[in-house]
């Protein structure tokens, strides 16, 4: 990456009736840098499209991601269910690759009341299985497990982080606002944000930095962490010192917001940054 973009998960709010091609440019024309493809609910681009979100995204120089379906549990107890997630990300990640995306997000698992050592193995298997078959389809994209917000959910930093170094084209997608619900507000200052970014460059080097997939939004949060998003203005969570710690760090990649008012936060967050 050449620098840290920022932009909106999904279509920017005004351009919502134009579609995607349009949404890329919509993004260019606010002044930001980056998009995300939300496939949260289904993958609705299809083969013959992509191409052209390809074009437009090369041609107005937006870097692409991508949000695989919220249906994924790669921890499932039922074998059908795994599958299914496994073709979920599979999907999402070849077309994500037609639009010029270069990494598919997602949220890996959950628990069950399973030890957490079980669990990491089983996602570990199955993501070990997804790279194979991309790796055997020529699809270089990356495959970036995201930090959850509830404790019920697998993906904390330390799990996402040792499952990149154990499987090839993996990298973290660290949602920092999760980090604060998960934590019950407790992750929430300078210096912890620096000792997650300090955890990913001593584990997986200061390229990992210079290639980031981020989530930042305001959020809501109850006894067992993350319940709704909310504007920046709105939250507890202190997404400035966030920044602080994404400058002193040199991180380039994407920054994308998942607030409700998707591009307010993302121009609200560039502005923040570029003046520091």
């Known amino acids: 990456m050449d620098k840290l973009r920022f932009g909106t998960a999904g279509i920017p709010i005004y351009a919502s009736k134009l579609g995607t091609v349009n949404g890329v440019k919509a993004v260019r024309e ?19 499209k992509a191409p052209l979100v390809k074009e437009m995204a090369k041609k107005h120089d937006v870097e692409m991601t991508c949000h695989a379906p919220f249906y994924v549990n790669l921890s499932s107890l039922e074998k059908e269910k795994i599958g299914a997630s496994r073709s979920r990300i599979l999907k999402s990640a070849e077309i994500a690759n037609m639009c ?18 079980k669990v990491y193995q089983m996602i570990k298997e199955q993501t070990k299985k997804i790279v194979a078959e991309l790796k055997e389809r020529g699809n270089p994209i ?7 917000g509830k404790g019920t959910q697998w993906g904390t930093v330390k799990e996402i982080v040792r499952l990149s170094e154990e499987v090839e084209q993996v990298l973290p997608c660290v949602d920092f606002a999760h980090l604060y619900a998960r934590s019950i507000g407790k992750v929430n200052d300078y210096n912890q944000f620096t000792e997650v970014l300090s ?15 981020i989530h930042m939004s305001g959020i809501h949060h109850g006894p067992k962490g993350e319940r ?41 967050m560039q502005k923040v940054y570029q003046e520091f």
């Not at 990356?142 to 959850?148: A, F, I, M, N, S």
């Not at 955890?199 to 997939?213: F, P, T, V, W």
């Open 142 to 148: 990356l495959v970036r497990p995201e930090t959850t």
């Open 30 to 48: 606010l002044g930001l840098e980056c998009m995300e493809l939300e496939f949260v609910h289904s993958v609705n681009i299809s083969k013959e």
């Open 199 to 213: 955890h990913i460059e001593e584990r997986l080097g200061k390229e990992a930095l210079r290639n980031m997939h």
């Open 228 to 268: 709704h998003h909310l504007f920046l203005s709105d939250s507890g969570f202190n997404y400035l010192d966030v920044l602080k710690a994404l400058k002193t760090f040199k991180c380039k990649g994407v920054v994308i917001s998942e607030s409700p008012n998707i591009e307010d936060d993302a121009l609200l």
């Open 100 to 117: 010029g995306a270069k990494s598919v997000t997602f949220h890996a698992g959950f628990y069950m009341k399973q030890d957490p050592e």
